[in-house]
C-alpha cells in the first residue's frame, strides 16, 4: 500500500498508474521543463496524485493552501503566471486566475477528459530529469508585505531525501502518518521520503489533525510508526491525553521548542528528533538525536550541506562565539521568483569556496558551536519569528496594518505570556480625526452590509432549533468548511462560561452573541446583559425566547446593530 486516506486508498501501481495518466494530459496541456503548475486541493489522495503527476510531467508545483485567504491565493495566481491550476470543485470557485486553465480532478466530465487525451494506456514514460530544474516553488511569508516563492530543484530534494533515509531514517516497512499542510516546506518530507523508500502514509484529515483525541486515536489504527509534525502539534496530542506508541519515531520541528516538551515526548516514543532548517535550504539542514537531560540543539548538517558561523563582517568566529548561521551545499534554493534583488541579498557568493558559482544562505538565525561540533540555536537577528511552526515576517504585518486609513503607525512583536503559547500581539498608533474618502466608506459600508446578509441568511432558521439554549447553527470550522463537532462545541461553550462566571460579573456587554450560547448561560448571573448582533434575524429569534423566560427576561438587553 502507497497511501490511505480515510476510506480511499491507492497501491503503489494504482498511483503510478493515476499520475502517468494526468501526466500524459498536463503534458498536452503544455506542462514540462521549468512550467509551474499551481496545486491546491484539499488532503485527499487525489492531491498527491497531483503533485507526482506535475513531477511526472516535467513540471514544477506550486502547493497552495485552500484555506489561504483569497488575497494571497489571488496573489500567488498572479505572480506565477502558472498556465494551469490543479483543484477540486469546491475549491476552485476561489481561485481567480485570468490566464491558468482550471482542472477540476473530481469533476467527472474532467475525468473522462483526462482519460480520453492520456487514452486507454497512456504508455507514459517519465523523462530524465535535469537536476537543476525546478521542483517545486513554495511561498512563505514576506518583510515587504508580500509573499516571496522559493525555488527549490530537484537536486535539492533527491540531496534531502537521500539523507533523510539515512538519519532519523525511515524503511519500507515503516507507516508515516502526514499532518501537515501542502503549503509548508516539511510536507514535503512526509510524502516525497515514505513513497521513495517503499513505505507507505496516511494522510490526516485538516479535522482530525487540530484534534488531539483524534489523531491519537487514528495513531493508533494506523499503526504509525514515523510522525513529523510542530511543537504546537504534539502539545496537542499531550493535552489531549495522548499514552504514546512505543514503535513511533517523533521528528519535531519548525519553530524552537522547550526541553519540557521533550521531557514529555521521550518516555512515549522509541527515538525524538530535532529537526532544523529553513525553506531556501530544502525542508531540513540537520537533524539531531534528542537524548534524555540533554539540551536541545541544532546538532550537525545533513550530507553535501555545509554550515558557517559568522560575524557581521562575514568572518568565522571562533568556537563558543555567537554569529549568524550561514548555509551552503547541495540543498539551496534557485533563489526567489521574480525576486532578483532579494535572491542577491540573501544568497551570496561563498567566500570560503574555490568554486566561483559557490553560493551561501543568509539565515537570519543567532547560533554557536559547542565543543563537540553542534551547533546550538540562539535567537533570531532579524524580525523574523515562528509560530506553529509557520515563518512569519512582522514587517508584513506591520505593512498591512499600515495600509488602513486609520493607522499611522504599527508594531508587532510575538509575546509568550504563557510558556509554548506564543501570539503576535500588534499595536496601533491611529490617525487624529482619520475620516476615510467617500469611496473608502463606500466600501467599507458594502462590506458590512455584505456581512450583514451572510449572517441574516445563516440565521433564517434560528428560531426552529431543537435545543435553542445550545443552537449552534453557523458553527462551521475556517478550516474544513465542516460543522464543528457537538462535543468539541460544548467544552468550549463550558470552559467559557466556567472563566467568565469566576470573574462575577454584573455588567456584561457581548458583541456577536448569535444564537446566545452564552446569553443562556451567563445572563441570570448578572444584573444586566446587554447582547448585539449584525443578523436582525437571530435577534428577533432572541427576543422572542428571553421575553418568555422568566430567569432571563430581567436582566437581558438585545439589540441589532
Not at 554550515?307 to 568572518?315: A, E, K, T
Request: proline share 6%; aromatic share 8%; hydrophobic share 40%.
Amino acid at each position: 500500500m502507497a497511501l490511505t486516506c480515510e476510506r480511499f486508498s491507492l497501491t503503489y501501481a494504482e498511483l503510478n498508474q493515476r499520475a502517468d495518466v494526468l501526466a500524459c494530459y498536463l503534458q498536452a496541456l503544455g506542462v514540462g521543463p521549468e512550467v509551474l503548475v499551481v496545486v491546491c486541493m484539499e488532503r485527499t489522495v487525489d492531491m498527491v496524485v497531483g503533485l507526482l503527476a506535475v513531477l511526472k510531467a516535467g513540471g514544477a508545483y506550486v502547493p497552495l493552501d485552500p484555506a489561504y485567504p483569497p488575497e494571497r491565493l489571488a496573489f500567488i495566481l498572479e505572480e506565477t503566471q502558472a498556465p494551469v491550476v490543479l483543484t477540486q470543485q469546491d475549491v476552485a470557485a476561489v481561485l481567480r486566475s485570468r490566464h491558468a486553465r482550471v482542472v477540476c480532478l473530481d469533476d467527472p466530465s474532467r475525468q473522462v477528459e483526462i482519460q480520453k487525451l492520456a487514452g486507454d494506456d497512456c504508455g507514459f514514460s517519465s523523462n530524465p530529469q535535469d537536476p537543476s530544474h525546478l521542483a517545486y516553488v513554495l511561498y512563505t511569508s514576506g518583510s515587504t508585505g508580500k509573499p516571496k516563492g522559493v525555488e527549490i530543484c530537484h537536486r535539492a530534494v533527491v540531496n534531502f531525501l537521500n539523507s533523510m533515509r539515512v538519519a532519523p531514517g525511515i524503511e519500507a516497512q515503516d507507516t508515516l502518518m502526514s499532518v501537515t499542510t501542502v503549503s509548508f516546506d516539511i510536507f514535503g518530507l512526509e510524502i516525497w521520503l515514505p513513497l521513495t523508500t517503499g513505505a507507505k502514509v496516511v494522510i490526516v484529515p485538516e479535522e482530525v489533525a487540530r484534534d488531539g483525541r483524534e489523531l491519537a486515536a487514528l495513531m493508533r489504527r494506523s499503526g504509525a510508526t514515523v510522525m513529523q509534525a510542530t511543537p504546537s502539534t504534539w502539545r496537542l496530542l499531550l493535552e489531549s491525553g495522548w499514552e504514546g506508541e512505543p514503535h513511533l519515531k517523533i521528528l519535531c520541528g519548525g519553530e524552537a521548542w522547550p526541553p519540557q516538551l521533550a521531557g514529555q515526548l521521550l518516555p512515549k516514543c522509541a527515538s525524538l528528533w530535532n529537526m532544523y532548517g529553513p525553506t531556501e535550504t530544502t525542508i531540513w539542514s540537520a537533524v539531531y538525536a534528542v537524548g534524555k537531560g540533554k539540551p536541545i540543539l541544532i546538532g550537525r548538517p545533513i550530507a553535501n550541506t555545509q554550515f558557517y558561523v559568522v560575524d557581521s563582517h562575514l568572518q568565522p568566529v571562533p568556537l563558543g562565539v555567537p554569529g549568524e548561521l550561514l548555509i551552503g551545499g547541495e540543498g539551496l534554493a534557485r533563489g526567489y521568483l521574480n525576486r532578483p534583488e532579494l535572491t542577491a541579498e540573501k544568497f551570496i557568493a561563498d567566500p570560503f569556496s574555490t568554486h566561483v558559482e559557490s553560493r551561501l544562505y543568509r539565515t537570519g538565525d543567532f547560533v554557536r558551536y559547542l565543543g563537540d561540533g553542534t551547533l546550538e540555536f540562539l535567537g533570531r537577528i532579524d524580525q523574523q519569528v515562528k509560530i506553529r511552526g509557520f515563518r512569519i515576517e512582522l514587517g508584513e504585518i506591520e505593512d498591512a496594518l499600515r495600509q488602513h486609513p486609520g493607522v499611522r503607525e504599527a508594531v508587532v512583536m510575538a509575546r509568550e505570556d504563557i510558556p509554548g503559547d506564543k501570539r503576535l500581539v500588534a499595536y496601533v498608533v491611529p490617525k487624529p480625526k482619520c475620516q476615510s474618502d467617500a469611496p473608502e466608506a463606500e466600501a467599507d459600508t458594502e462590506c458590512l452590509t455584505g456581512w450583514q446578509t451572510i449572517w441574516d441568511e445563516t440565521y433564517t432558521h434560528a428560531a426552529e432549533a431543537p435545543d435553542r439554549s445550545f443552537n449552534i447553527i453557523g458553527w462551521n470550522s475556517s478550516y474544513t468548511r465542516k460543522p464543528i463537532p457537538v462535543e468539541d462545541l460544548r467544552t468550549w461553550v463550558d470552559t467559557t462560561v466556567e472563566r467568565i462566571l469566576a470573574l462575577h460579573p454584573q455588567y456584561v456587554w457581548e458583541i456577536g452573541c448569535g444564537t446566545g450560547l452564552l446569553l443562556y448561560r451567563l445572563a441570570s448571573n448578572c444584573t444586566l446583559y446587554y447582547a448585539t448582533d449584525y443578523s436582525a434575524n437571530v435577534m428577533r429569534a432572541l427576543q422572542q425566547q428571553v421575553a418568555s423566560s422568566v430567569s432571563l427576561s430581567p436582566h437581558v438587553v438585545l439589540r441589532s446593530e
